[in-house]
């Protein structure tokens, strides 16, 4: 892989999944596929900020659960919520019984439905719960357990985008 081809990648991967004000430069298929490749260590370092955070609240004698929902907040912030937009329109999608282009026409308007609204609110409050026991933890468990979780979530993205898959 030549090292412009990498570098690139990682720059639309670092654009793709964080805030960061990366310039991404050129884009095609390759680097596309590159930025995929790396996705998880970009969670990962990701992962390492937010478990930071957590353990920084936690040592700073913030409340679990407070602590565990001002880590879900920046969580969104440093993603710009692209995986709750995703997750609001899939579960809008899936939950309108429509057919295929029927749900993926419900999928592509702006706008959230209760479907969606309902499933960003049950996922934030499991979030906030989960990443609370955490910060009930060791610093380097709660820490290890949210890189952890974040890389995984962007392994999903890697999985997803290999050949073969629809």
Not at 103 to 122: C, S, W, Y
Not at 143 to 163: F, S
């Amino acid at each position: 892989m030549a090292d412009g081809r990498l570098g690139a990648g990682i720059r639309l991967a670092v654009t793709t999944f964080t805030v960061l004000p990366v310039p991404a430069g050129r884009i095609d298929r390759a680097t596309a596929g590159v930025a995929m490749a790396v996705a998880p260590a970009v969670g990962a370092l990701l992962g390492v900020v937010l478990g930071g955070a957590l353990v920084g609240l936690s040592a700073a004698a913030a409340p679990a659960l407070l602590a565990g929902a001002v880590v879900v907040a920046l969580g969104a912030l440093l993603t710009r919520g692209l995986h709750l937009d995703g997750l609001a329109d899939t579960v809008d999608g899936l939950g309108s019984y429509r057919d295929r282009a029927g749900a993926l026409e419900i999928m592509k308007k702006p706008d959230v439905g209760p479907f969606g609204v309902a499933a960003l609110v049950l996922v934030l409050l499991v979030q906030a719960a989960a990443l609370a026991e955490l910060a009930r933890r060791s610093p380097g468990a709660a820490l290890a357990a949210v890189v952890v979780a974040t890389a995984t979530g962007r392994l999903a993205v890697t999985w997803a985008c290999r050949r073969g898959v629809p």
